[in-house]
């Protein structure tokens, strides 16, 4: 069982930067992919990025690209977001997932296949 915290969420003007944290519970973080997703009011949820259980592979939507990083310490049981140059449409309640992992590179992109949610944080951006 993982339990996952997210916090860092806010209010911020559009060009600006937030981090998201995920700290996750267990001695086992180590073993998981990990995911962020967001869902926007009226919307569904959308992948934002995604990185293996050994940190050395990530992926991101293509709205993303160039302006999130997403980022792990497995020793402290933490994965990142770092989103800069954010938008109004970024706005959204940001959610990560974490998902067991026999490969050490792989990342997931699809939200069915991840088996833990955190409680998702609010991100807020002002035009």
């Known amino acids: 069982q993982v339990q996952l915290v997210e916090s860092g969420g806010g209010l911020v003007q559009a060009g600006g930067s937030v981090r998201l944290s995920c700290a996750a519970s267990?001695?086992?973080?180590?073993?998981?992919?990990m995911g962020w997703f967001r869902q926007a009011i009226g919307k569904g949820r959308e992948f934002v990025a995604a990185?293996?259980?050994?940190?050395?592979?990530?992926f991101y939507t293509d709205s993303v690209k160039g302006r999130f990083t997403i980022s792990r310490d497995n020793a402290k049981s933490t994965v990142y977001l770092q989103m800069n140059s954010l938008k109004p449409e970024d706005t959204a309640v940001y959610y990560c997932?974490?998902?067991?992992?026999?490969?050490?590179?792989?990342?997931?992109?699809?939200?069915?296949?991840?088996?833990?949610w955190g409680q998702g944080t609010q991100v807020t951006v002002s035009s």
């Open positions: 997932a974490a998902l067991y992992s026999y490969s050490t590179s792989t990342y997931y992109t699809s939200s069915g296949l991840y088996d833990y």
């Open positions: 267990g001695r086992t973080f180590g073993s998981y992919a």
């Open positions: 990185i293996s259980r050994s940190g050395d592979t990530t």
